[in-house]
């Protein structure tokens, strides 16, 4: 590996010397984060021998370090199910798929709770998800009581419930996925920033970093909040939005079953999402809570409003709750797309350049597929895991942004919420 900060080395915060980054390379992937590593990962996996991965501060300093990393396929659209179904088979046999680490993938349930309104559009999503072979069902509001006992149930009469769902550990997810990268070849640069893409008649031909120049004529941009640095001197403007994403700890309170861990929820009533956290927690997020905010300047904790408005949401579901202590809280940075859902494509006036940018904050669980979908189109010239046309970065100009069919109240609303 060559590197500033080690990913797990001796030299904690210097930078390594200018001449340790290769000079060229067949990819250059810029990002550190889960969709950075995933991709640079499939790339050495699929013979790429010379990849680079650059990271301008430590792995995991953008959202992925933050993640809430609950990973259900559930959604209002099949592309982004399919993405996630794809991704649940790697995190299910991640020996065999990444064959370093562990991403920590704990499939304890998980349940999606919809207004009375919803329940229609509820019902057509999960036949959708079904369509395509995601482990889902409709349940009552009787028989998810049964599956989470915390739960209040009087205000909903179906959710969906899967069964094999959950959440994951985002780092040791990340960090599995560099160790796989590294032992296949791909070389690690962290502490060291991409300051511009380089241009040779419109294609790519290089990357400008801090530590000197590569050359190369592909460049996999996955810098989540910070992309648009790279991406406004090439005359590229997607739309993308940073914004922070927030999530406070409770603690289990006394009188709560301290054995059994309790299902991971996103309740469109209370407007939140929850999972358990460690052996002792709940972390929760909640819509609303974070906005636009400067990557580079921005509050990594949370204020009384936001520890409040946590502790009403998950008290609203899981009324034990109503007196968790918090146990701590912090905020994240995601790239908002202006239909909030991901652009994974390469841009068509700067060929050589593929994006996974415009993550809306719900990216962490489809990054394992998305991985292998850029790596399947560079090396193989399409992408054949997942179709990636849904997510192409020309729908905005095309005037055919996303559109969710059985969209619920929450995405109509157009508000999102990480998770
Ligand atoms: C609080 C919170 C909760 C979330 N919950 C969930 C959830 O439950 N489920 C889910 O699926 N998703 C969730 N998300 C979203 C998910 O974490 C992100 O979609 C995902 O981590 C994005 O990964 P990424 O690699 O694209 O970006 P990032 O993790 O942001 O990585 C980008 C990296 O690029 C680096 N970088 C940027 N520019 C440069 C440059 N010029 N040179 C070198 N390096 C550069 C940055 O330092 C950063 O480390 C959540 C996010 C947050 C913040």
């Known amino acids: 590996m060559v590197q500033g900060n080690h990913t797990g080395g001796h030299n904690g915060h210097g930078r390594g010397a200018?001449?340790?980054?290769?000079?060229?390379?067949?990819?250059?992937?810029?990002?550190?984060?889960?969709?950075?590593?995933?991709?640079?990962?499939?790339?050495?996996?699929?013979?790429?021998?010379?990849?680079t991965l650059l990271e301008r501060r430590q792995l995991g300093a953008g959202a992925t370090g933050k993640s809430g990393a609950l990973v259900r396929a559930h959604y209002t659209n099949v592309p982004e199910a399919r993405l996630t179904l794809e991704s649940l088979r790697v995190f299910r046999n991640w020996d065999q798929e990444i064959?370093?680490?562990?991403?920590?993938?704990?499939?304890?349930?998980?349940?999606?709770?919809?207004?009375?309104?919803?329940?229609?559009?509820?019902?057509?999503?999960?036949?959708?998800?079904?369509?395509?072979?995601?482990?889902?069902g409709v349940v009552t509001a009787e028989e998810a009581r049964e599956i989470e006992p915390l739960m209040r149930t009087d205000d909903f009469a179906v959710a969906a419930y899967e069964p094999n769902s959950g959440y994951a550990d985002p780092n040791a997810t990340l960090f599995g996925f560099v160790?796989?990268?590294a032992v296949r070849g791909v070389r690690i640069g962290t502490g060291t920033e991409a300051t511009a893409i380089l241009r040779d008649g419109g294609a790519v031909v290089g990357v400008e970093t801090t530590r000197g120049r590569i050359a190369t004529r592909t460049v996999v941009l996955a810098g989540g909040a910070w992309a648009n640095r790279l991406l406004a001197p090439l005359g590229v403007d997607l739309g993308l939005v940073p914004r922070t994403a927030r999530v406070t700890?409770?603690?289990?309170?006394?009188?709560?079953?301290?054995?059994?861990?309790?299902?991971?929820?996103?309740?469109?009533?209370?407007?939140?999402?929850?999972?358990?956290?460690?052996?002792?927690?709940?972390?929760?997020?909640?819509?609303?809570?974070?906005?636009?905010?400067?990557?580079?300047?921005?509050?990594?904790g949370v204020d009384a409003t936001v520890i409040e408005r946590c502790r009403n949401a998950l008290a609203a579901r899981f009324p034990a709750y109503a007196g968790a202590?918090?146990?701590g809280g912090w905020s994240g940075m995601v790239m908002e797309s202006p239909d909030s859902h991901p652009i994974v494509d390469q841009i068509p006036s700067v060929p050589g350049l593929f994006v996974m940018t415009?993550?809306?904050?719900?990216?962490?669980?489809?990054?394992?597929?998305i991985g292998i979908c850029l790596a399947e189109?560079?090396?193989?010239?399409?992408?054949?895991?997942v179709d990636l046309t849904p997510f192409r970065a020309t729908r905005f100009a095309e005037g055919s942004p996303w559109h969710d069919e059985h969209a619920y109240g929450d995405r109509k609303a157009r508000l999102t919420v990480s998770r």
């Open 18 to 51: 200018a001449d340790d980054l290769p000079r060229a390379a067949e990819v250059v992937v810029i990002g550190g984060g889960v969709q950075g590593a995933s991709v640079a990962f499939q790339l050495a996996k699929r013979g790429v021998r010379d990849v």
């Open 99 to 136: 064959g370093a680490g562990s991403p920590g993938f704990a499939p304890i349930g998980f349940l999606k709770i919809v207004t009375p309104e919803d329940e229609a559009a509820l019902r057509a999503n999960v036949a959708d998800q079904q369509a395509i072979g995601v482990e889902t």
């Open 179 to 181: 160790e796989a990268a």
């Open 249 to 300: 700890v409770f603690r289990r309170p006394p009188g709560v079953d301290p054995i059994r861990r309790h299902r991971a929820v996103i309740d469109s009533i209370n407007r939140s999402w929850f999972r358990p956290e460690g052996a002792t927690g709940t972390l929760i997020g909640v819509e609303g809570t974070g906005g636009p905010a400067d990557p580079d300047n921005y509050d990594e």
């Open 325 to 327: 202590t918090m146990r």
């Open 358 to 369: 415009g993550d809306s904050g719900s990216s962490f669980k489809t990054a394992p597929a």
């Open 377 to 385: 189109w560079i090396t193989g010239g399409a992408a054949k895991l």
